[in-house]
């Protein structure tokens, strides 16, 4: 599906892999919503990528109210949605059993309720919208769903027990959904990214980044954002890839720790 004039809700686009992202999908001349919790990134976004291309919504995630009004707002300002780019997500780390007892159950929750079902909520309600539209090509396309797992879901490490859980269900609900919305020409893949350089690792030193930088098979470095959102832009534009979960990590295979 070609980019040029169409719509894209992005979660999580005011920063990390989802601003790259927004940013990629608009080079291509696309139009983009931005649905985040920071209201001064947001903002930003909109005045780099500019009023007319780009609209912000201070949107939940996993509140069904919220994301009805972040997708209201979308239509009635740039006029359909095409593509949905789902990366909004937390992290957590704790043990099963540890020193201080069991998994906080609340934890636990918090993670599976925004990263899982936030990201199924915010996909369901966006193929609602794309569902209205024309088709855009002679197969019938007529939309893109991208969701972001992280190799956690295949080699968790200690302590991801949550984040894992979250991760590993994007994977697993990745083909059903393309199964489901396939009638209505409506692709769905999944991105499963390794270790990218996003603001989570801001506060870590330059001695550990180099260690993790060295558990990378090649190049040994961390991802860029910008290579995730280059990943995105081509699985938009090639409109036979469907139902997949792609890993985007230099070969990497997590350790225990």
Sequence with gaps: MDMNGKVAVVTGGASGIGQAVARRLAEA???????????????????????????????NVVDEASVKAGIEATVTALG?????????????????????????LDLWNTVIAVNLTG????????A??????????????RGVIINTASVAAYEGQMGQAAYSASKGGI???TLPIARDLSTIGIRVNTIVPGLINTPLFNGLTPEFV???????????????PEEIAQLAAAIIDNDYINGECIRMDGGIRMQPR
């Design 119 to 126: 990201t199924f909520n915010v996909l369901r309600l966006c």
């Design 80 to 104: 359909a949605i095409h593509v949905n780019v789902n990366c909004a997500g937390i992290g957590n780390a704790a043990k099963t059993l540890g020193k201080n007892g069991p998994f906080p």
């Design 128 to 141: 609602e919208v794309m569902a209205k539209n024309e088709p855009m090509t002679d197969d019938g396309a």
């Design 210 to 224: 180099e260690s993790l930088s060295q558990s990378v098979l090649y190049p040994k470095r961390l991802g860029r």
């Design 29 to 59: 001349g696309g139009k983009i919503a931005i649905f985040d919790l920071n209201e001064d990134a947001g903002q930003a976004m909109v005045a780099e990528l500019g009023v007319d291309n780009c609209v912000f919504a201070n949107v």
């Design 171 to 173: 994977v697993g609900m």
